[in-house]
């Protein structure tokens, strides 16, 4: 985001108050993110968020590319969720097998994690990673099972787990 920082001009008081009103560059813990516009005093402007490249001057112009930042990402991000409904969409269609060693009863000696079901996933062509999987806990038994995945707050969607017995050798 080009921001131009003003050289050289003295920050004064904009309002009763005493704020200044600043564009904050980079995200700043208790005051705001990245983009927004704050008003602080002038000395907290002038000695600390100024110099440390964390706030620039809210002039027009800062203010302008701000505006056309946002909307280039907002482009951005609406195409990337365009493209994570397609992949939810294809994902949801296709049903995962996963072997694992189970007794006589199909209690499974060890269990199935999320790390599993993306690896199967991962196998089969779908970018899933095990953060997208939301299991509700541990598979521990034989049988089909509803997992839901979340690629976005947005975007998320099911796909059927079936865990099978392993071949024996």
Not at 92 to 109: F, H, K, P, Q, R
Not at 138 to 144: F, P, Q, V, Y
């Given at each position: 985001?080009?921001?131009?920082?003003?050289?050289?001009?003295?920050?004064?008081?904009?309002?009763?108050?005493?704020?200044?009103?600043?564009?904050?560059?980079?995200?700043?813990?208790?005051?705001?993110k990245q983009g927004e516009i704050v008003r602080v005093k002038p000395g907290f402007a002038?000695?600390?968020?100024?110099?440390?490249?964390?706030?620039?001057?809210?002039?027009?112009?800062?203010?302008?590319?701000?505006?056309?930042?946002?909307?280039?990402?907002?482009?951005?991000?609406?195409?990337?969720?365009?493209?994570?409904?397609?992949?939810?969409?294809?994902?949801?269609?296709?049903?995962?097998?996963?072997?694992?060693?189970?007794?006589?009863?199909?209690?499974?000696?060890?269990?199935?994690?999320?790390?599993?079901?993306?690896?199967?996933?991962?196998?089969?062509?779908?970018?899933?990673?095990?953060?997208?999987?939301?299991?509700?806990?541990?598979?521990?038994?034989?049988?089909?099972?509803?997992?839901?995945?979340?690629?976005?707050?947005?975007?998320?969607?099911?796909?059927?787990?079936?865990?099978?017995?392993?071949?024996?050798?």
């Amino acid at each position: 985001m080009p921001v131009k920082q003003r050289v050289g001009t003295r920050l004064r008081a904009q309002d009763r108050n005493g704020g200044v009103e600043l564009l904050l560059i980079e995200n700043v813990d208790h005051l705001g993110k990245q983009g927004e516009i704050v008003r602080v005093k002038p000395g907290f402007a002038r000695n600390f968020l100024i110099p440390m490249g964390l706030a620039a001057v809210a002039t027009d112009e800062n203010k302008r590319a701000v505006e056309e930042h946002r909307g280039r990402q907002a482009e951005v991000l609406e195409k990337r969720k365009s493209a994570l409904k397609q992949m939810a969409a294809k994902v949801a269609e296709y049903s995962v097998t996963i072997e694992a060693n189970a007794n006589d009863e199909g209690v499974l000696y060890g269990s199935v994690l999320e790390k599993d079901i993306a690896k199967s996933l991962k196998a089969a062509g779908f970018p899933v990673e095990a953060d997208h999987v939301k299991l509700e806990g541990a598979i521990k038994a034989l049988g089909m099972y509803t997992v839901r995945l979340e690629f976005h707050p947005e975007v998320s969607t099911e796909v059927k787990i079936w865990v099978v017995p392993a071949a024996s050798r």
